[in-house]
């Protein structure tokens, strides 16, 4: 018993879990369905045996040292013969541009959605911020804002910090300061402007080459009420100045700065206040009391028009009241009567008047109770 070897338990049956049904054996009409399908396949397989005069070899996975694959897995791609590629293949390479010695190009055949075919290439860097959109001068060749004066246009060779290097030294030239203001020379003393209060050298270099007055910074801070800068509304209301007047720079000499309030509006027109007074009080006017005097003069004639404005309206507003109530005693038959009488009867007819309703126009219309008159009602 004890040198006897242990013998090996019988397979035991699959074991299904809950939910599998085991396989059933096949039917004798499904045997005989594969059966004639096995024979049909070989007939097919010797006809073409016969056509060709080569034997067929089956289907077999070929496993290489250098490709192992088990069945199931992918070939990698350089395997796959490309001698045979299908013509409807959706493949983004140019296979012929490839077996040519072309290289890869993927993008000559890659075309574009239906939806994305058609669109317009602007040129972004020929076109203007007109704060309403992107277009070039090409579509509309009339439009001056789309057309960007020499010089404000960042050049197609210079980057965006060499740009704006080149800004600022135009700006410094235009305002003749840092390295860009003039110099003084020992050897012409009467050529050098001085400042035309202190008599100081270190004067404004912009407002001497714009307005012609020699000033310096500190005497200017010193004395507002001659050297502040008076904008083209003030001066135009202050000191009763005309357009025409103010446009003209040989007459009156304006310094232009961008606008505050909006960087696409006009440029701000700013005029020297003592050269401004000098030409109101002493030229058009004459002295300040005749300018003082104008002004009143204007001031009294616009209050006298919307004076007259006002009669006019209460005017009509009273022909249109008598004409209402006439009209309404003629309807009612009592033969007329006079202005304020009670309809229909004798006597004295006190309106009472509603609450006041603005109408379409704007104006506050009250109503009688007892007559249904209407009386509008103007506010101060």
Same mark, same amino acid.
């Given at each position: ?11 035991? %049956? ?55 694959? %088990? ?216 002295? %300040? ?92």
């Amino acid at each position: 018993m004890e040198g006897e070897r242990p013998s090996t338990p019988p397979p035991k %049956a699959p074991a299904f879990g809950q939910g599998d049904i085991p396989k059933s054996p096949f039917t004798p009409e499904q045997v005989k369905r594969m059966e004639t399908n096995r024979l049909k396949a070989k007939a097919l397989r010797e006809q073409l045996e016969a056509e060709t005069g080569k034997p067929i070899e089956p289907p077999t996975l070929k496993r290489s040292g250098s490709s192992n694959l %088990a069945a199931g897995q992918k070939r990698a791609y350089p395997t796959v013969p490309t001698s045979n590629v299908p013509a409807n293949l959706r493949d983004g390479r140019n296979a012929e541009a490839a077996h040519n010695g072309g290289g890869f190009r993927p993008l000559d055949h890659i075309q574009p959605a239906r939806n994305f075919a058609k669109y317009v290439e602007y040129d972004f860097s020929k076109m203007t911020d007109t704060k309403g959109g992107f277009l070039t001068a090409e579509d509309d060749p009339h439009n001056k804002a789309l057309h960007v004066p020499d010089g404000e246009e960042k050049p197609a060779h210079l980057t965006l910090k060499e740009w704006e290097r080149l800004r600022l030294i135009r700006s410094l030239r235009d305002q003749k300061v840092g390295p860009f203001e003039p110099g003084l020379s020992i050897f012409n003393k009467e050529e050098d402007k001085i400042c035309r209060e202190c008599g100081s050298m270190e004067i404004d270099w912009k407002w001497a080459e714009v307005f012609g007055c020699s000033v310096c910074n500190s005497c200017k801070e010193k004395l507002p009420d001659k050297y502040s800068l008076l904008t083209k509304t003030e001066a135009r209301e202050d000191y009763l100045l005309t357009d025409p007047e103010l446009r003209d720079e040989e007459l009156l000499p304006h310094l232009e700065r961008p606008n505050p309030h909006k960087s696409t509006w006009n440029n701000m027109m700013l005029f020297l206040r003592y050269q401004v007074e000098e030409y109101a009080f002493g030229k058009k006017w004459g002295s %300040a009391e005749a300018l003082d005097a104008e002004f009143n003069r204007r001031e009294s004639d616009k209050k006298r028009r919307k004076e007259d404005k006002f009669k006019s309206k209460l005017q009509e507003l009273k022909k249109k009241t008598r004409v209402e109530a006439y009209r309404r005693g003629r309807q009612v038959g009592a033969g007329g009567g006079k202005f304020g009488d009670e309809v229909g009867k004798r006597g004295r007819h006190t309106h009472t008047w509603g609450r006041a309703i603005e109408n379409d126009a704007g104006i506050g219309v009250k109503t009688c109770v007892d007559c249904g008159m209407e009386v509008e009602e103007l506010e101060f």
